[in-house]
Each structure stands twice: as structure tokens, then as C-alpha cells.
């Protein structure tokens, strides 16, 4: 059953069978299921913290799509509070801390010498909060910094790569993006969020658990009420 499929070169022959193609399939799905549950659990749980900005993204959602029906693909587009709310997510809680890199020359990088094949990691994390960077709130959730700014998550600007950059960036950057500002609008749209046990906004435990991903240390527990009309909820 494990045939293999050849892929050869001149100076040596690497041979990828089924297993292993398979294997790679899993781990594709996984480490994208567990980053993009990662990111939203965390824009929620801003969102929380900062009423102020949850309710100007509501409103906004509100404004675009109604009280009558829930958020669809195609409303995304109109809706910029929600991208610049997911861009300072992704900042802040990238799904990854560390990008590996190797070095493909020899080279002197701010007075450091880099010998050529040497593995650097790009600290995503370190990068999205350094105050050289965002300035004095640099740990602050303000979606607002990237009004009338250029910076993106896309891989250009390299104070947020939070995808990694070049032709190495995460392939399912898209998809991603996609499925996160989705979700992050479902949650907001549908319900108001509350903290159990009369937790207060401030109170909110936001610390991190390092790792391949960086998840909340604790999980988010909230307790959610529907925001749209009864007719139309009960229709979906």
C-alpha cells in the first residue's frame, strides 16, 4: 500500500510514501485547527478586557449586517473595525512565538556575525511588543495604532510577521485570516459575553503558556447571551 512517489535529484534521490504524505496532511490540519482556535480564544478574551473596543466592534458588525440575521462570508470585506481588532490580536498572541530560520550565507547582522547555515529563530512575540516599535503602549490592545497604516500581517512589514515572511510564510495565511475574523464576528454578533464568578474585566487572567503555540495559561471561561432577534436565531 505504501507505494512510493519519486522526487530525484542529481546528488541524492528522496522517496515521500503514502505514510508520510499522510503524516505531513495531519499535521497540516492540526497545527491549523490548534493556531486559529489559539488566536480566537485570545481575541475574545481582549475583547473582554477592553469593553470599549468590544463594543465598537459590535456596533460596527451591527451596522452592517443587522439584528436579523448572522454574519456571512461576504460581509467580511465591510467590516475594517474587525480587521484592524484581528491584526492587533495577531500582535499581540501570535499562534507561534518563534520562526526557525537558517542562515544561507555567512553575514554581519547589527554587529553579530551569522555563520551560513545557521539556525535563527525570529521571536514574532518579542517583535509585537517591543516599544522601539509601537511606542509606549506597546502592550496595550488598541486596535486603533493601525489606522491609516500600512502595516500588515501579510509578511512585509517586519515588525508583524506573525505568518513569517518570504516564500517560507505559512501557507494557510489566508485561510486563517479568513477563519478567524469569521469566527471573532460570529462571537460578537450573536452574543454579549460575561465573566462568571463576578469577574471583572480588569481581573481577567491574561497569562501565557510558551510553547510551539502560545495559548492562554487558563482558558477562557465566559458566559454568552443572544444579542440577535429570537425570529431570526431560531432559524439558524
Given at each position: 500500500?505504501?507505494?512510493?512517489?519519486?522526487?530525484?535529484?542529481?546528488?541524492?534521490?528522496?522517496?515521500?510514501?503514502?505514510?508520510?504524505?499522510?503524516?505531513?496532511?495531519?499535521?497540516?490540519?492540526?497545527?491549523?485547527?490548534?493556531?486559529?482556535?489559539?488566536?480566537?480564544?485570545?481575541?475574545?478574551?481582549?475583547?473582554?478586557?477592553?469593553?470599549?473596543?468590544?463594543?465598537?466592534?459590535?456596533?460596527?458588525?451591527?451596522?452592517?449586517?443587522?439584528?436579523?440575521?448572522?454574519?456571512?462570508?461576504?460581509?467580511?470585506?465591510?467590516?475594517?473595525?474587525?480587521?484592524?481588532?484581528?491584526?492587533?490580536?495577531?500582535r499581540?498572541?501570535?499562534?507561534?512565538?518563534?520562526?526557525?530560520?537558517?542562515?544561507?550565507?555567512?553575514?554581519?547582522?547589527?554587529?553579530?556575525?551569522?555563520?551560513?547555515?545557521?539556525?535563527?529563530?525570529?521571536?514574532?512575540?518579542?517583535?509585537?511588543?517591543?516599544?522601539?516599535?509601537?511606542?509606549?503602549?506597546?502592550?496595550?490592545?488598541?486596535?486603533?495604532?493601525?489606522?491609516?497604516?500600512?502595516?500588515?500581517?501579510?509578511?512585509?512589514?517586519?515588525?508583524?510577521?506573525?505568518?513569517g515572511?518570504?516564500r517560507?510564510r505559512?501557507?494557510?495565511?489566508?485561510?486563517?485570516?479568513?477563519?478567524?475574523?469569521?469566527?471573532?464576528?460570529?462571537?460578537?454578533?450573536?452574543?454579549?459575553?460575561?465573566?462568571?464568578?463576578?469577574?471583572?474585566?480588569?481581573?481577567?487572567?491574561?497569562?501565557?503558556?510558551?510553547?510551539?503555540?502560545?495559548?492562554?495559561?487558563?482558558?477562557?471561561?465566559?458566559?454568552?447571551t443572544?444579542?440577535?432577534?429570537?425570529?431570526?436565531?431560531?432559524?439558524?
Open positions: 500500500m505504501n507505494q512510493p512517489m519519486g522526487l530525484h535529484d542529481d546528488e541524492q534521490e528522496v522517496v515521500v510514501d503514502r505514510t508520510t504524505v499522510k503524516a505531513i496532511i495531519i499535521d497540516m490540519f492540526a497545527a491549523a485547527l490548534e493556531a486559529t482556535a489559539v488566536v480566537a480564544e485570545w481575541a475574545l478574551a481582549e475583547l473582554m478586557k477592553n469593553p470599549r473596543v468590544m463594543k465598537k466592534l459590535q456596533d460596527e458588525i451591527q451596522n452592517v449586517v443587522g439584528m436579523e440575521r448572522m454574519v456571512e462570508e461576504a460581509d467580511l470585506l465591510k467590516l475594517s473595525y474587525l480587521d484592524l481588532t484581528v491584526k492587533e490580536t495577531l499581540l498572541h501570535p499562534a507561534g512565538s518563534l520562526i526557525p530560520r537558517e542562515a544561507r550565507e555567512d553575514i554581519i547582522i547589527d554587529g553579530y556575525y551569522i555563520e551560513k547555515k545557521t539556525m535563527v529563530l525570529v521571536n514574532t512575540w518579542g517583535l509585537g511588543r517591543d516599544p522601539k516599535l509601537w511606542s509606549d503602549n506597546a502592550n496595550t490592545f488598541y486596535p486603533e495604532r493601525f489606522v491609516n497604516s500600512d502595516v500588515d500581517v501579510r509578511g512585509h512589514h517586519f515588525q508583524l510577521i506573525p505568518f515572511s518570504g517560507r505559512c501557507p494557510g495565511m489566508r485561510m486563517g485570516l479568513s477563519i478567524i475574523r469569521f469566527v471573532v464576528a460570529q462571537l460578537v454578533h450573536c452574543f454579549d459575553w460575561e465573566l462568571p464568578y463576578g469577574i471583572s474585566p480588569e481581573e481577567l487572567d491574561m497569562n501565557e503558556k510558551f510553547g510551539l503555540t502560545i495559548p492562554k495559561a487558563k482558558h477562557l471561561l465566559a458566559m454568552p443572544c444579542r440577535l432577534n429570537a425570529q431570526s436565531s431560531s432559524h439558524r
